[in-house]
């Protein structure tokens, strides 16, 4: 169908798994078509959804020729195919965590930062003739930081396979890699550089600013968006219930030092608030302090707002793009 919306999500991996666990936890858990191996798949409880199981660098390449509307990648993979033009970041998504780094051989304990990388590139260039060689995956990025930080005698070296191990085979003298805990740099014999970080990546929910969006799939997209955001929203705040004197003015002031808001009050004093989880714990803390002899504070399911931020994110995009 023309009008069907295509999201692309991981197609294996914890990437998948939690990537799966998202829209779950939003009620559109993913299904496959014929199995595990199945290359499509759908959206419950949203119909005309496709879904196309792709490799995270695949899902960027969908998103910025259009042939997908939304999808679950790294900003690490939209950075370094410079897509920002043909896609939109709606939302990180709270896994996928990783830093794009600069990181040296141990060895070079006076090497701590960019300016210290920078006079060991104009002496190994003075002393060898040729350029310090840098291997990465990540070309476009590594240049653009460089660049930044006024190192420019280096030479890439572009790696299809274990970056990490380039340095120690006498592949290049330094990398530029993805981590998420370090340890494998540290194991073999590297050290990330003091300004050294590129980007602080996470997966995010992104929509292509290219694909066709129709009417039919701008419904489709409003009805996912609207259950991401309440699940988010729900996730960040808790429902706090209490029996207290009726005291407007007393329950005015806490309203707005806990950024509180009283949903109902009921029967017998009962009174019902929400606030964020972090201001949760303190909230109930003062309720006690005013009279309330119990307090419980519970999760909620979902939040569903008349104002749906995500898609008024995506159509001023798309607006601006005169879709």
């Known amino acids: 169908m023309s009008d069907r919306l295509v999201l692309a999500v991981p197609s294996k991996g914890r990437l998948q798994d939690n990537?799966?666990?998202?829209?779950?936890?939003?009620?559109?858990?993913?299904?496959?078509g014929r199995g595990a191996r199945d290359y499509r798949g759908a959206l419950s409880g949203v119909d005309n959804v496709e879904v196309a199981f792709l490799s995270a660098s695949e899902i960027v390449k969908n998103l910025a020729s259009g042939a997908a509307h939304f999808g679950i990648t790294g900003e690490d993979l939209v950075h370094?195919?410079?897509?920002?033009?043909?896609?939109?970041?709606?939302?990180?998504?709270?896994?996928?965590?990783?830093?794009?780094?600069?990181?040296?051989?141990?060895?070079?304990?006076?090497?701590?930062?960019?300016?210290?990388?920078?006079?060991?590139?104009?002496?190994?260039?003075?002393?060898?003739?040729?350029?310090?060689?840098?291997?990465?995956?990540?070309?476009?990025?590594t240049r653009v930081f460089f660049r930044e930080k006024g190192v420019t005698?280096?030479?890439?070296?572009?790696?299809?396979?274990?970056?990490?191990?380039?340095?120690?085979?006498?592949?290049?003298?330094?990398?530029?890699?993805?981590?998420?805990?370090g340890a494998t740099l540290v194991a073999n014999g590297l050290k990330v550089l003091d300004d050294g970080v590129i980007l602080r990546s996470e997966a995010n929910l992104v929509a292509s600013l290219r694909a066709r969006w129709t009417p039919e799939s701008r419904e489709i997209a409003r009805k996912i968006l609207s259950r991401i955001a309440a699940e988010e929203e729900a996730r960040t705040t808790r429902e706090i219930v209490a029996v207290l004197e009726d005291d407007p003015e007393a329950l005015a002031e806490g309203m707005k030092a806990f950024g509180a808001r009283l949903r109902r009050r009921?029967?017998?004093?009962?009174?019902?608030?929400?606030?964020?989880?972090?201001?949760?714990?303190a909230l109930a803390d003062w309720l006690i302090g005013v009279g309330a002899e119990e307090v419980?504070?519970?999760?909620?399911d979902?939040?569903?707002?008349?104002?749906?931020?995500?898609?008024?994110?995506?159509?001023?995009?798309?607006?601006a793009t005169g879709q």
Do not use: C
């Open 19 to 32: 990537a799966n666990a998202f829209f779950a936890r939003a009620g559109l858990a993913v299904t496959t």
């Open 296 to 300: 419980v504070v519970r999760p909620v």
């Open 80 to 141: 370094e195919a410079q897509a920002g033009p043909s896609v939109a970041l709606l939302t990180p998504l709270g896994f996928g965590h990783a830093n794009v780094v600069v990181a040296v051989p141990q060895a070079w304990i006076d090497v701590r930062n960019m300016a210290d990388l920078d006079d060991v590139a104009l002496a190994f260039r003075a002393r060898r003739g040729e350029r310090m060689r840098v291997a990465t995956k990540y070309v476009n990025m």
């Open 153 to 181: 005698d280096y030479h890439i070296v572009e790696s299809l396979g274990a970056t990490e191990g380039a340095p120690a085979a006498g592949q290049a003298e330094l990398i530029v890699d993805i981590t998420s805990t």
């Open 302 to 319: 979902y939040v569903f707002t008349r104002r749906n931020q995500l898609y008024e994110q995506l159509i001023s995009r798309l607006d």
């Open 266 to 281: 009921g029967g017998h004093g009962r009174a019902i608030f929400s606030a964020s989880k972090v201001q949760a714990p």
